[in-house]
């Protein structure tokens, strides 16, 4: 049965299944277990960004495809339900509306693009995808009379998904059930479909032929596969699922803005999580999600106190300075890909193969 | 299939003297030279209006000058070592930092009135950007790059990990705010030639720009270094086959790139008259199209390619201020319609 679920592909290591099942517990309890909006945000946070995370594996660690412009694709879902509840009534209908046009126009672009550079190298590639996703934000922050420009824009969700809104009169383990709750389990079952999904994309003969090509591109070719037609397909197909989990998040935030969904900081986010938490593996997305936004949310408060405790000293005070804190996340990223570039799940993974 | 001996009579017709003559010049590409004059001249009628189209004009060549700067050294570094260094922004950024370092200490002599000490001044301001950023592109190349030569994917991503963490470094030694950066007194207004007004900056951008392509030209095709870079693009095995130190050679073209990215950065960071850290990002978007544009490798290519894009920028932001944001894909786009891999490009 489980087998089933994960598609054949089991952790294959005892702390990395107990990782996992703690994760997959603390998020599907998560209201219940902690209290107070913010948690709730992490959490949600964290499930979004698996998803956005591991369809960018496919690109990174499955294919050997080096693109910059998720993050476009990741606010084009975020802004097909904003823009969709925004302009009409919040109904369901505009939430659905918004990611249909949302999804064909992610689909449009990843095809041109693909079809225009995945022919030549990936070095090409990432250049083109990086002058394309960047002009796309500041299209996206410029049409203001469209989008909200800079300041984006705020909107309200269909009825039983706003905090008005309550299921059941009594408290349940400390948390009245309302509308932000549901929405919570709405982004949390949409999360585990779109990562079951690209679990079986992945172990599907389709994600075998993506392997063979990130390994050895001609012998892919020289065996009979169409290389580029798979790589337009897994451009595709990785455009698509982060439109959807971009579409997810915006209905959590009730917020579309360039900087939180096409900011190049996300971009780099989704980079150091797929590195640290293990390329090429899907549960590297999952074990990295979690850890980096759970440190982006609370570790810059013990940098603070650190910050503070150094007052004193010149150079380690402003290093120490939670906005900082990048710094020492690319200088974990740089050492990653030296000393362990098949990231956390590989270390894991290799230490019971050694046993 | 069958081997076809080459008719005897065939090799007799090849007139004799072909052996003894120099090798026949390879045929000039001209097509992608045209394109800047031809633009900037069908432009004259588009703007209307003389003075506004000169203004337009060396605008446009004054930018498309500095992100060319910003850019050789990249492009040269790619030909000859297939790196693509993502980090290449935070050299520029790190550039017009180590610039402030003069100007604002010495700001007191910016204000002066005088031609000759302000420019004093701002060569200083040169001089240590250009030094600092050579020394980090050395060391960039040493700890970061040589490891993962020819895996070009752990190139992109550990050329991106050095950006962020050069960025943030930044924010560290020169703190998080923004720095104005004055210009020197006497570069600062406007010339009137006939009717159009330049502003002088621009003037010295240009002419700096046109220096540096001068001087980049005759040391790549009149120097003894400059032959073995040309041939080390043409092909690395056999330089290194001959005995040179391709190695020693790289490192100081690399360091060489450096130092013209943390010029372009002085340049630019006078020319928008604020600073911050994250500049490096934003210049890297044109400075990728530029050389997508030109064709990687090339340095003629991302000349033409700069001049093309600034040009197109400036003119666009007047005739259609809302067609000027996406410009610069467009423009890509039609580029690489007409020639898939940029303009002047040797590999694919």
Redesign the interface.
Known sequence: MLHHILSGDLPKSRSLALALVLIVLGLAFAPFITSGARPLNTAATICVYIVLVASYDLLLGYTGIVSFAHTMFFGIGAYGVGLGLASAEPTWTAIFIGVVLALILALALALVVGLFALRVRSIFYAMITLAVASSFAVLASQLSDFTGGEDGKTFSVPELLSPGFQLLENEVFGRSVDGKVITYYIVFLGCVLLFLFLLRLVNSPFGRVLQAIRENEFRAEALGYRTVLYRIWANCLAALVAALAGALMALWLRYVGPKTMLGFEVMTDILLIVVIGGMGTMYGAVVGSTLFIIAQNYLKSLMAQGSTALSGVPMLAEALHPDRWMLWLGVLFVLSIYFFPTGIVGKLRMRQLKT | MTTNAPPAAALKVLPPQASADALPAAPRDLAPLLLVPALILLMLPLVGSFPTWVTLTIAGLAMGMMIFIMASGLTLVFGLMDV?N?GHGAFVAVGAYAATMVLIPMRGWLEVDSLLVNLGVLGLAIALAMLSTALLGWAFERI?IA??YGQ???Q???T???M??AE??I???W??EQIALPLPASLRGAILIGDAAVEKYRLVAVVIGLLVFAGMFLVLNRTKIGLLIRAGVENREMVEAMGYRIRRLFVAVFAAGSALAGLGGVLWGLYKETLSAAMG??I??MI??V??IGG?GSVGGCFIGALLMALVANYAGFLAPKFA??S??VL??AI?LWR??GMYSKS?
Request: proline share 5%.
């Open positions: 693509l993502f970061i490891p993962v070009h994917l752990k992109i991503l550990i991106m990990g050095g962020i963490v943030q470094l924010n560290v030694v703190g998080a990002g934003d890297m978007v990728f199209i050389i997508i990687l944001l996406v610069n894909i890509m786009i690489l898939p891999a694919r």
